[in-house]
């Protein structure tokens, strides 16, 4: 329990560590011409591109996954990225479903629409929700991440087994329990209450980002040779 503690008290202090350098090289970034820009933050000609990529790069890969009586919730892999959506039925707006966009690990997080402008891949899936769920109105989306548990018990008297009980500990790993989830802040409280019910996570273990998740692909963004003076030595 005392170990929860600290690992709790640690991602909350490393949370707010991130937003804040977050901020602080995304506003030095900008000064130098470089910009991650959200689709609704984009001009009319920049929002159309991205419109092209989606139907050409997106749209082809993503399943729609609805979650109700007869569509269970879906195996989500550690720290998979995804997008959770409350949705309603254009016929009958009463009718109130959530689903989820799983994004895929083969598209890039950002798409470079310009030679100095990323738009986070997510922006351009809520954008164009309602074609992956045709008939309906989106009404709500948040990017979210998860964390299973990845923890290996063994057993002295398994010691001697030690190799196939180490194998089978790595395919169970993939089924562990979810033990962190990372949304993004403001997430409307519907889709928050929809995720925690099915993955029964403490309140405590929820960690809400005022700044993009899945940050380890900023790589990508530090990878383009024009900006390779920005890089640190």
């Given at each position: 329990?005392?170990?929860?503690?600290?690992?709790?008290?640690?991602?909350?202090?490393e949370?707010?560590?991130?937003?804040h350098?977050?901020?602080?090289?995304?506003?030095?970034?900008?000064?130098?011409?470089?910009?991650?820009?959200?689709?609704e933050?984009?001009?009319?000609?920049?929002k159309?591109?991205?419109?092209?990529?989606?139907?050409?790069?997106?749209?082809?890969?993503?399943?729609?996954?609805?979650?109700?009586?007869?569509?269970?919730?879906?195996?989500?892999?550690?720290?998979?990225?995804?997008?959770?959506?409350?949705?309603?039925?254009?016929?009958?707006?009463?009718?109130?479903?959530?689903?989820?966009?799983?994004?895929?690990?083969?598209?890039?997080?950002?798409?470079?629409?310009?030679?100095?402008?990323?738009?986070?891949?997510?922006?351009?899936?809520?954008?164009?929700?309602?074609?992956?769920?045709?008939?309906?109105?989106?009404?709500?989306?948040?990017?979210?991440?998860?964390?299973?548990?990845?923890?290996?018990?063994?057993?002295?008297?398994?010691?001697?087994?030690?190799?196939?009980?180490?194998?089978?500990?790595?395919?169970?790993?993939?089924?562990?329990?979810?033990?962190?989830?990372?949304?993004?802040?403001?997430?409307?409280?519907?889709?928050?209450?929809?995720l925690?019910?099915?993955?029964?996570?403490?309140?405590?273990?929820?960690?809400?980002y005022?700044?993009?998740?899945?940050?380890?692909?900023?790589?990508?963004?530090?990878?383009?040779?024009?900006?390779?003076?920005?890089?640190?030595?």
């Amino acid at each position: 329990l005392q170990q929860l503690k600290a690992i709790r008290k640690y991602l909350h202090q490393e949370k707010e560590l991130l937003e804040h350098y977050f901020n602080e090289i995304t506003s030095e970034l900008e000064k130098e011409n470089l910009f991650i820009k959200h689709y609704e933050n984009l001009d009319e000609i920049l929002k159309q591109k991205c419109d092209e990529y989606f139907f050409s790069n997106i749209f082809p890969v993503i399943v729609p996954i609805a979650v109700d009586a007869t569509h269970p919730f879906p195996h989500l892999n550690n720290l998979s990225f995804s997008l959770a959506v409350k949705i309603c039925d254009k016929a009958h707006p009463e009718l109130v479903k959530f689903g989820m966009i799983r994004i895929p690990r083969v598209l890039p997080r950002f798409y470079e629409v310009s030679a100095n402008i990323y738009v986070p891949i997510e922006s351009i899936v809520h954008q164009h929700a309602e074609e992956i769920f045709p008939g309906y109105k989106l009404l709500a989306s948040a990017a979210f991440r998860v964390t299973r548990n990845a923890d290996i018990v063994i057993e002295e008297e398994e010691a001697d087994d030690f190799m196939m009980i180490l194998e089978q500990g790595l395919k169970l790993r993939r089924k562990g329990a979810f033990v962190r989830l990372q949304i993004q802040k403001d997430a409307d409280e519907q889709i928050v209450e929809f995720l925690n019910t099915h993955m029964k996570i403490f309140h405590k273990d929820v960690y809400e980002y005022s700044i993009l998740l899945n940050l380890p692909s900023l790589w990508q963004i530090a990878g383009n040779k024009t900006f390779t003076h920005l890089l640190s030595p």
